[in-house]
């Protein structure tokens, strides 16, 4: 289970969040759900959010 | 002379559960009239969470209670969810505050939400706005405020999703402009999938 989960937008990460958006060459104003997991170090996994929020999230949970 | 000066008041939104029960429904509304508060709703909790998405951490844009939130939890995530439907709620769960106070805890579900906007509007520095489509809504904040003094006023707006709508595209504008634009991208992405179908 993931330490903490939500939606930012890309210009609000910093450090290592920001790196992994930046590797998806993703735009500051496009929103992100970013997923903190514990494995010795924080790791952070990006995932951009296609669409508006609600639909995505509720296409999501039905994937 | 008065050195104090006036802050312009933040608004923050305070969500009812019928808030939640109807702008997280999995299905659309076949109804003109259900459709058309579903809209408004889907607009309004995609401001929410595109706003929070931009507020650095701590700062607050929507806020419920404990009870409001786990009532609507329980019924979305049913007896076996799934781990991304669990994820979703945590998701919501942090796009919002959900005030977690013994204090508040022990209220009722409406009481909670009223406590919440008093509060919140007492402390001076929020405009709060509670989104409600209760009827009954208005005449409980009457009540509650007239128990102590029967002339006592509701101090701030209670809005339908109706209502709230144009409010916070005059509030939000440049952000209602990206929310009606990802909104438009959802729509043509869904009609896409149901097309390939």
Partial sequence: ?63 | MDNVSVQPREIILVLCHSFFHDAFRLQRPVDAEKFKIWMSLRFVANLIIERQAELPEGCIFAVTSKQVFESFSQKFLGDKPSDKLKETVEILRNSMTVLNHPAINNLSIDDSILVICDTLFSRSNYEPVLLSDIPKKLEKAKEFYQKKDPNAVIPYHIYTAVEAEPFLRGKFQDLSTIVDERIRIGNASSQQTKINK
Avoid: C, F, W
Wanted: positive net charge; aromatic residues 4%; without cysteine.
């Fill in chain 1, 1 to 63: 289970m993931a330490l903490d989960i939500r939606i930012r937008k890309v210009k609000m990460l910093q450090g290592r969040a920001k790196v992994e958006a930046e590797k998806q060459s993703l735009t500051p104003n496009d929103l992100v759900i970013v997923t903190t997991s514990v494995n010795s170090l924080p790791e952070y996994h990006v995932e951009k959010v296609n669409g508006d929020p609600v639909s995505y999230l509720l296409k999501r949970a039905k994937s």
